[in-house]
């Protein structure tokens, strides 16, 4: 046992092994890589970052953009490329004959099944479960910025990850710092603090948010991301996430990780040591700077933007968060503390939370009320007759269902 508030990771993944949460089993540096996602926000910058490290590209995938696709098969020549559906594979076998080209969840599954030194997974949401899987039982290293999954089965992926030799490593600039932080010192860790930039809403009150439009509650002050993930951070949810992700990652409890609010977003990690030190990672705000980490990790190579000048440190703010406004945070927080399937109860119920918002069927301020429903409603008959993964995505479809219906009452 390490200092107050660390505890043994459940599934024993490789917690206090030579590099902190990602194992023995870590390879180092590589010199080829698979992009999950490749038309995303994460997909984009992760082949902006292979091409400036000189890395191969041997897989891309995609769900529909196949035009970003082509121009991306024209750039890196994969040998593998997956799409959405059978008409997408169908322009891309047009386009580019001397490529292997795969559609649906089956050819995620295969293109995952490709060796290579490092999967970046940047797929959005619980689609990126099954790539997942079949990279870290293929031995791959991922390095993952798909967190919905870390947050249903986070437990599930790092025993998997453990018995086949691979390896998660974060992708999430909060994580990624936490990692750099940490280092070989996992078990003198006391307190992880994870900042959030509080969003387009911070300073307002729970009363200002029944007035908030879509177009407003995808304009990040800090960051530019996905959809999804851009509402997760407008409410806090996402914050709320990656705390539990944080718990599995570096096999602490749930009461061993805080949130402090940052808007300027440029410290993006804290550890508080048992010797009384807290060591903070600062950098400017890009998420080329993660992926690059998690592509090199644990050296520390040179990486062509540009560097964080101290000055700009000046009179940054650190503040407590505003749970009453944000109410996500408050039950990502009860979630983790109840765990067992409480996290995917959570992450399902929240996806379909905002699906509906940004369909319009569903007010924003509406969106912790769906998620607080879903886990109200939980029952264990939830989960079928299954093993493991099984059970967890029967949770994770059952609590979906009972945030639709939820939802419906809320128009």
Avoid at 101 to 128: F, P, Q, T, W
Avoid at 273 to 299: N, Q, R, V, W
Avoid at 318 to 334: H, K, M, N, S, V
């Amino acid at each position: 046992m390490g200092a107050a508030g660390m505890r043994p990771s459940a599934s024993g993944f490789a917690i206090g092994s030579k590099w902190g949460m990602i194992g023995d089993s870590y390879k180092g540096m590589v010199d080829n890589v698979a992009v999950f996602g490749s038309t995303g926000s994460i997909g984009v910058q992760a082949l902006e970052v292979a091409s400036s490290m000189g890395l191969r590209v041997e897989v891309l995938t995609c769900g529909s953009n196949v035009g970003l696709l082509s121009d991306q098969i024209r750039t890196h020549r994969p040998s593998v490329v997956s799409v959405g559906d059978a008409a997408g594979a169908a322009l891309i076998k047009a386009r580019h004959p001397g490529v292997c080209v795969l559609h649906g969840m089956e050819g995620l599954i295969e293109a995952a099944d490709v060796g290579v030194d490092r999967a970046v997974m940047g797929i959005v949401g619980m689609g990126a479960m099954h790539p997942t899987v079949a990279a870290l039982t293929r031995g791959t290293d991922v390095a993952i910025a798909s967190k919905e999954i870390m947050v249903a089965a986070g437990g599930f992926l790092t025993d998997l990850a453990s018995r086949h030799g691979s390896a998660l490593i974060p992708v999430d600039s909060e994580h990624s710092a936490i990692a750099r932080c940490i280092g070989p010192d996992v078990g003198s860790v006391r307190t992880i603090y994870l900042t959030a930039s509080g969003g387009p809403f911070r300073g307002l009150k729970a009363e200002d948010l029944k007035k908030v439009t879509i177009a407003q509650a995808l304009s990040h002050p800090v960051w530019k991301m996905g959809r999804k993930i851009t509402v997760d951070c407008a409410t806090m949810m996402n914050k709320g996430m990656e705390i539990i992700e944080a718990t599995v990652l570096f096999g602490v409890g749930p009461e061993a990780v805080k949130v402090v609010v940052h808007p300027q977003g440029l410290i993006h990690g804290m550890v508080g040591f048992a010797d009384g030190t807290l060591m903070a990672l600062a950098s400017c705000p890009s998420m080329k700077i993660p992926i690059h980490s998690a592509l090199t990790y644990p050296e520390r190579a040179p990486i062509g933007m540009d560097h964080l000048d101290p000055l700009r440190l000046a009179g940054i703010g650190i503040e407590e968060p505003d749970r009453e406004t944000f109410r996500c945070l408050g039950l990502a927080e009860r979630a983790a503390a109840e765990g067992g399937f409480a996290p995917a109860v959570l992450n399902a119920a929240n996806e379909e939370a905002v699906r509906l918002f940004l369909a319009g069927g569903l007010p924003f301020h509406r969106i912790p009320d769906v998620v607080e429903a879903a886990l109200e409603l939980f029952t264990p008959d939830w989960a079928d007759a299954g093993d493991g993964l099984g059970r967890l995505l029967a949770v994770g479809e059952a609590a979906g269902r009972a945030a639709v219906g939820a939802a419906a009452g809320m128009r």
